[in-house]
């Protein structure tokens, strides 16, 4: 019976890289796919591409929202002990390490980027205002209260919170949501089917948020 096992992880999580390596090396798959594509993986292996090349290809506006992601990420990473994208690496590593196949799933990140640039004016300067705000309030830190509940960014957030903060992205930054979240859920579950005619086990590795859609979209 084919077998696709979703491993949900936070990209700057510590949990997560023990998460995966454990769930590998106890499912022995046939196939380990993470939620890249090969020119993310060589770019996080080696480092990101120049500044100036990504403004030329991005325009001002949405190089911007994108260079404040990235150095969010960045930060929560530092503060953690792990650089985000660790966790893909990890599987990665661990799968050639039991001499398992690698598929890299994600869309293309040029096709990513080119998709966000025709998200409009006005929810690309909304975001920009909202990372703004969260790069300078002070319980930015390593754990956040909300709502009488203390989240541990080192570890994946509950399914719970996953999914209030999805719902959140869904109402108010529709455009990026459906760039960012539900094509890419359509097109790497276009993939795991792939792989699933040639493979009879694969451990899919991507991020918390996209677990249930590709739940939905991959069905039984």
Do not use: H, W
């Given at each position: 019976m084919k077998k696709i096992i979703l491993v949900p992880t936070s990209h700057?999580?510590?949990?997560?890289?023990?998460?995966?390596?454990?769930?590998?090396?106890?499912?022995?798959?046939?196939?380990?796919?993470?939620?890249?594509?090969?020119?993310?993986?060589?770019?996080?292996?080696?480092?990101?591409?120049?500044?100036?090349?990504?403004l030329k290809r991005l325009g001002f506006l949405t190089f911007l929202f994108y260079w404040i992601l990235k150095r969010l990420q960045s930060w929560l990473g530092k503060k953690l002990?792990?650089?985000?994208g660790s966790e893909m690496i990890q599987a990665v590593d661990v799968a050639r390490i039991e001499r398992v196949k690698v598929a890299f799933i994600d869309r293309n990140i040029a096709v990513t980027l080119e998709r966000v640039k025709s998200i409009s004016w006005r929810e690309?300067?909304?975001?920009?205002?909202?990372?703004f705000k969260g790069l300078t309030?002070?319980?930015?830190?390593?754990?956040?209260?909300?709502?009488?509940?203390?989240?541990?960014?080192?570890?994946?957030?509950?399914?719970?919170?996953?999914?209030?903060?999805?719902?959140?992205?869904?109402?108010?930054?529709?455009?990026?949501?459906?760039?960012?979240?539900?094509?890419?859920?359509?097109?790497?579950?276009?993939?795991?089917?792939?792989?699933?005619?040639?493979?009879?086990?694969?451990?899919?590795v991507t991020g918390a948020g996209h677990t249930e859609g590709l739940k939905k979209l991959l069905g039984d």
């Open positions: 700057v999580a510590k949990q997560s890289l023990k998460k995966v390596k454990e769930v590998i090396e106890k499912e022995k798959p046939d196939c380990v796919a993470v939620e890249l594509d090969i020119n993310r993986y060589y770019a996080i292996r080696e480092g990101e591409s120049s500044s100036m090349e990504a002990g792990i650089l985000p690309k300067t909304k975001l920009i205002l909202y990372l309030i002070d319980y930015l830190t390593l754990k956040i209260k909300r709502d009488e509940k203390t989240i541990d960014l080192s570890k994946v957030p509950p399914k719970e919170l996953i999914e209030q903060a999805m719902e959140l992205m869904r109402k108010e930054f529709p455009q990026l949501y459906r760039v960012l979240v539900e094509e890419r859920d359509q097109y790497m579950a276009a993939r795991l089917r792939q792989l699933s005619e040639e493979f009879e086990k694969i451990v899919a």
